[in-house]
């Protein structure tokens, strides 16, 4: 909420159009509150059971804003040059696609898309699961992966597709340097990985090395290792 609320006050989307709040939550989060009305929000009082129904889980916080969307166009989102990227192409599980989005929001990536067969960033668990940083950097919804990839490379950007079974792994990558230049991400669903079309498109496959006895690493996780190891390559680079 503060995080919506935040991206108000910059004057950015999302505009928080209503906050729907319980007596309850008025009285414990009166900063919120008072920050809704100092940027013009409508402030409804509703029942714990209407905030209930509004918030879809099982223990609302008393608090549920009505905001405009806040994805972009990919050339905007391109505008701003990120060194760091992320294309989700068919993950499904929003709580999956939401930790994803706060992970790259964490490794400082400029741009999150979801694939046209993914799921809907708006889906309240991914929302929940991005745990504000779906208002933090570009969201960019419906792509095609090959037509991305291509935008992408026009920019000037190297585009790696995690893959559990490539051959290159990832660690090889940090130590030739291969990490440092500007990099984009592609995940895939977790249950069956990435198809053949999806991993030709890219410039390689890459996968996280599995030191233990781990048959493999969620999505989420392998998103982290990846993102992260690029983040510190580039940091290291500038």
Not at 40 to 53: K, L
Request: glycine share 8%; net charge neutral; proline share 5%.
């Amino acid at each position: 909420m503060r995080e919506a609320l935040g991206a108000s006050t910059k004057g950015a989307s999302p505009r928080v159009r209503e906050l729907f709040v319980t007596a309850q939550a008025r009285a414990r989060h009166r900063d919120i509150v008072e920050r809704a009305h100092a940027l013009g929000v409508v402030v409804r009082q509703a029942s714990g059971r209407v905030v209930a129904e509004l918030s879809e889980t099982v223990t609302p916080q008393g608090l549920v804003a009505v905001c405009d969307p806040i994805d972009v166009p990919l050339d905007v989102a391109l505008g701003g040059q990120p060194r760091l990227s992320v294309l989700l192409a068919a993950v499904r599980d929003p709580g999956n696609a939401g930790t994803v989005v706060r992970t790259a929001d964490a490794a400082g990536a400029g741009l999150v898309a979801f694939s046209d067969s993914s799921v809907d960033p708006y889906n309240g668990k991914c929302v929940r699961a991005s745990a504000g940083s779906l208002f933090h950097l570009p969201i960019v919804l419906g792509v095609s992966v090959p037509a991305t990839v291509g935008r992408l490379r026009e920019n000037g950007v190297q585009v790696f597709a995690a893959d559990g079974a490539a051959a290159d792994d990832l660690d090889d990558l940090e130590r030739a340097g291969d990490l440092a230049r500007p990099t984009a991400w592609i995940f895939g669903n977790e249950a069956w990985g990435l198809p053949a079309d999806i991993l030709a498109v890219a410039d390689r496959a890459v996968r996280v090395p599995i030191h233990g006895r781990a048959e493999s690493l969620n999505l989420a996780a392998a998103a982290a290792v990846c993102l992260y190891a690029s983040a510190r390559a580039q940091r290291a680079a500038r």
